[in-house]
C-alpha cells in the first residue's frame, strides 16, 4: 500500500491535481500496482479525504452567510490550549510504537504538526498496516496528511521526512 500512496504523492503532489479515485485506481492498474495494493491505498485516501475535509479551523465568512442548500455543515474547530495534552490510547501506544510516537512528538514540539493535523496522522496511521507502523511508513503518513491539506512542508521537514536515516553519521 505504501509504495501506491509514495506514486501518488510524487505523481500528484498538488492534491488538487489528483482524480478521482476511481480514475486513479485505472491510472495505477495502468503504472502496475497490484489490485490489492491498489484497493487498500484507495480505501486509505478516501479516508484521508474524509479527515481533511472534515476538518476545518475556520469557516469562512461567505460560508456563514449564505450556506445554500447543498452546503455540508461544518464546525471550526476550537484551537488546543496550551496546557493540553494528547494521551494516547493503549491501542494507538500499541500499533503505533514508541518510534513512531516519538517522532510525532517530535514534529509537534517543533511547530511542524499542529493539533489538527496530528490527529489526522494518528487516525491514519491506526488505519495502515503493521503492528507497530513502521517509522518510514509514518513519514509517508504525515507526508500524506500535508498533500491531503494542499500544503508542503518547508525544506528541513521535507527533508527530514524524504531522508533515508539509516546511512545518516553521527558527527
Not at 500500500?1 to 506514486?7: I, K, R
Request: hydrophobic content about 45%; some cysteine; proline content about 7%.
Amino acid at each position: 500500500m505504501f509504495e501506491v500512496l509514495v506514486y501518488v504523492y510524487e505523481n500528484y503532489w498538488q492534491g488538487d491535481a489528483c482524480p478521482e479515485l476511481q480514475r486513479l485506481s485505472r491510472k495505477l492498474t495502468a503504472a502496475g500496482f497490484d489490485a490489492e495494493e491498489i484497493q487498500a491505498a484507495l480505501v486509505w485516501l478516501d479516508g484521508l479525504n474524509v479527515a481533511a475535509q472534515g476538518t476545518q479551523i475556520s469557516l469562512p465568512a461567505k460560508a456563514l452567510e449564505n450556506p445554500g442548500p447543498s452546503a455540508v455543515p461544518t464546525y471550526p474547530i476550537q484551537p488546543q490550549s496550551a496546557g493540553s495534552l494528547r494521551v494516547y490510547s493503549v491501542a494507538e501506544q500499541m500499533h503505533l510504537g514508541a518510534q513512531s510516537l516519538g517522532f510525532v512528538s517530535f514534529l509537534e514540539s517543533s511547530g511542524v504538526l499542529p493539533p489538527h493535523m496530528r490527529e489526522i496522522v494518528i487516525d491514519r496511521a491506526m488505519a495502515a498496516p503493521g503492528d507497530p507502523v513502521t517509522l518510514d511508513d509514518l513519514k509517508i503518513i504525515v507526508l500524506m496528511v500535508y498533500w491531503s491539506f494542499g500544503e508542503e512542508p518547508d525544506a528541513l521537514v521535507l527533508d527530514e521526512l524524504c531522508d533515508d536515516t539509516e546511512f545518516r553519521l553521527a558527527h
